[in-house]
């Protein structure tokens, strides 16, 4: 209660996400109604045996662990809540921090506590990645603990090659990887340790963990990680979901979480943003390690993102994105009424196996409002590698249609009902693959005008979306899937400074920016159709 006092009160350097998860702690324990019970003992039972054991690595090695006040914060809040029958309230906390701030140390005493803290019978933990390396991290730490602690293997723990096991309970721990061939199903989990969830390319073993809980009465899922960059990621959708708890758009009181990172405006380069990024300061993290890698970061514009990623946990897409994405996220929502105002479509239709984007850009009182529409073959969907698309597909963020390829007269009648509900003032498409569609369009009297995906076309739109972004004019409607293609954007700039759009990687979808580009072109040079392409003729 001390760290949640000196956060609220300013005392401690924190962001937006850290002072609304210390709100919510403040909040609950002064809800009478809430339905859970704050139990001290039950809270501080974990801290007592985490600061029992040794640290095993670096210049405390050997030493007795002592937890900083940020980690009784996270341990406490998640074990110290209880229902009515004494069940723990928390089954997932998810945990966002950078490194070296012991997230691995933390996590393995954790481990350890649900082994033989929580008095399951039959506890199955397990320390869960894709890959065996990433598994056996949080696991040999906690094993080397044991190793180290007489006092822990006298009172029943014992280790094995890849195991460590709680005999008075019939307890045990084991690291469990995507990529150690067999069946992952079958799992009885009572405690999951998922370190470094961002490095997760598929959502495969989250969703084992997830399923494997449901016979345990108390289970938890610790996921501790630092930013990534893949932002169609389980890792990202987990942040995303967070972030809703964290400010009340979502009540799901068993979810615990917590974001350590920098707010908007921060300067990146000043030490004081460094710090409230980075809980474990001046203990871990060395200030002098820190400024150097800063100075690096500030040097080379390569080791950047990486500084800001890793460093500050900031999630950065690309290695030279294009988009600032906290500018663009903060520019979710808008509640205008949209009949009558001028409004422009943009048509990328890539190929009839990937995503298609219609995306409408309103413009009204000097500014843009933007709602977008993305389309896949149902087939697609499941093929795919980006475990969001499902999801978004679920919520209404992509519309599917039957079959492998997509349906181009689903989009062609959408169209013509967007034209009949908005004043549409050009359809601007690339003629590649939409020959057809348009001349369907062309005969239905909608203003369609061509646009080539040119450096030349591409470049003064770019650079105006870019500005309308940074300038807070251009609202969206907060769709995800627009937001993860926005973060994929890479700018490419050729030797006269224009900029075309790029993905570093095939699976890094750009079509919904590419798509409002157009639709920003067309604003800015409109012809409403009844003159000859201005991107054929070069008349601007």
């Not at 004494?86 to 950078?98: D, N, Q, S, W």
């Not at 460590?164 to 690291?175: D, K, M, N, Q, V």
């Not at 492998?404 to 034209?419: C, K, M, R």
């Not at 990687?505 to 012809?527: Q, R, Y």
């Amino acid at each position: 209660m001390q760290y949640v006092d000196d956060v609220l009160r300013g005392r401690l350097p924190a962001c937006e996400y850290v002072r609304q998860a210390c709100e919510r702690q403040r909040r609950d324990l002064d809800d009478e109604n809430l339905g859970y019970v704050f139990d001290v003992d039950r809270a501080s039972r974990p801290c007592a045996l985490i600061e029992h054991l040794p640290h095993i690595k670096g210049k405390w090695a050997g030493q007795r662990i002592r937890l900083e006040p940020w980690q009784v914060f996270l341990v406490t809040t998640v074990f110290g809540w209880v229902d009515d029958q004494g069940a723990r309230r928390y089954k997932t906390a998810y945990i966002e921090v950078p490194r070296k701030n012991a997230k691995s140390t933390l996590s393995a005493g954790i481990a350890l506590y649900c082994m033989a803290g929580d008095r399951e019978g039959g506890a199955e933990v397990y320390s869960a990645a894709t890959t065996r390396d990433q598994a056996r991290i949080v696991f040999g730490d906690a094993k080397r603990m044991v190793e180290r602690s007489p006092d822990l293997r006298r009172h029943g723990f014992a280790t094995f090659a890849h195991a460590i096991t709680y005999e008075p309970l019939g307890a045990s721990f084991r690291a469990l990887s995507r990529d150690q061939g067999g069946n992952l199903d079958g799992l009885n989990v009572h405690c999951a340790i998922v370190d470094e969830l961002h490095a997760h390319k598929t959502r495969d073993v989250w969703d084992v963990l997830e399923t494997a809980t449901g016979a345990r009465q108390q289970p938890l899922i610790w996921a501790i990680t630092t930013a990534g960059s893949n932002r169609a990621g389980i890792c990202y959708e987990q942040r995303s979901y967070a972030l809703k708890v964290l400010c009340g758009a979502v009540d799901d009181p068993e979810y615990f979480a917590v974001v350590y990172t920098v707010d908007d405006g921060d300067d990146w380069t000043d030490e004081a943003t460094w710090r409230k990024a980075n809980p474990n300061w001046g203990v871990s993290v060395s200030p002098d390690d820190m400024a150097r890698k800063a100075r690096k970061a500030m040097e080379m514009s390569s080791a950047q993102n990486n500084f800001l990623t890793k460093h500050l946990n900031v999630w950065v897409n690309a290695d030279t994105s294009w988009m600032d994405m906290r500018a663009w996220d903060g520019l979710a929502g808008y509640d205008e009424d949209l009949d009558g105002v001028p409004c422009w479509i943009g048509v990328d239709l890539a190929t009839k196996t990937d995503i298609a984007a219609v995306v409408l850009l309103f413009a009204i009182d000097g500014q843009y409002r933007v709602s977008c529409r993305f389309y896949l073959p149902e087939d697609a969907v499941d093929a795919s590698r980006n475990s969001q698309y499902s999801g978004w597909v679920r919520d209404g963020h992509i519309i599917t249609t039957p079959g492998n390829v997509i349906d181009l007269d689903t989009i062609e009648e959408d169209i013509l009902q967007l034209a009949g509900e908005y004043n549409v003032q050009g359809i601007l498409y690339d003629p590649w693959q939409a020959q057809q569609m348009v001349n369907h369009l062309v005969a239905q009297g909608l203003p369609m005008v061509e646009f080539r995906h040119t450096v030349q076309n591409m470049s003064e739109p770019m650079k105006q979306l870019e500005a309308e972004v940074i300038a807070g004019r251009l609202r969206h409607d907060g769709n995800p899937a627009m937001a993860w293609m926005m973060s994929n954007v890479v700018a490419h700039t050729d030797a006269k400074e224009n900029i075309y759009p790029r993905k570093e990687f095939p699976e890094n979808k750009i079509d919904g920016p590419v798509a409002l580009i157009m639709a920003l072109a067309g604003a800015i040079h409109d012809t409403g159709g009844n003159e000859p392409s201005i991107y054929e003729t070069g008349i601007i």
